[in-house]
């Protein structure tokens, strides 16, 4: 039924970008919220942003003004650019979404290293 599969993962060094995307399927994106978390290796998953069904976005303060998450309804796909990256944003970076009990995508690997 609900599926979301992330994309875009890969090494990058110090500084660069990457985009990230979430496709999505098995239900009415445009009602959902959408959030993207990461685990780094040894620690927690931590949430990096949240946005609404209508487009507002909130960020966790580690990747505030270096992240930017969008949503294109039509497509049913939600993005994390991410710029100006630090190898402490070395993660797994997951989709996720807040329905029924919770979805979650397999995840995409990021590395930041030089």
């Known amino acids: 039924q609900v599926q979301l599969v992330e994309s875009g993962g890969g090494l990058v060094q110090p500084g660069g970008s990457l985009r990230l995307s979430c496709a999505t399927s098995g239900f009415t994106f445009s009602l959902y919220a959408m959030r993207w978390y990461r685990q780094a290796p040894g620690k927690e998953r931590e949430l990096v942003s949240v946005i609404s069904s209508g487009g507002r976005a909130d960020y966790a303060d580690p990747v505030k003004g270096r992240f930017t998450t969008s949503r294109d309804n039509a497509k049913n796909t939600v993005y994390l650019q991410m710029n100006s990256l630090k190898p402490e944003d070395t993660a797994v970076y997951y989709c996720?979404?807040?329905?029924?009990?919770?979805?979650w995508g397999k995840g995409t690997l990021v590395t930041v290293s030089s």
């Open positions: 996720n979404l807040r329905f029924l009990g919770g979805y």
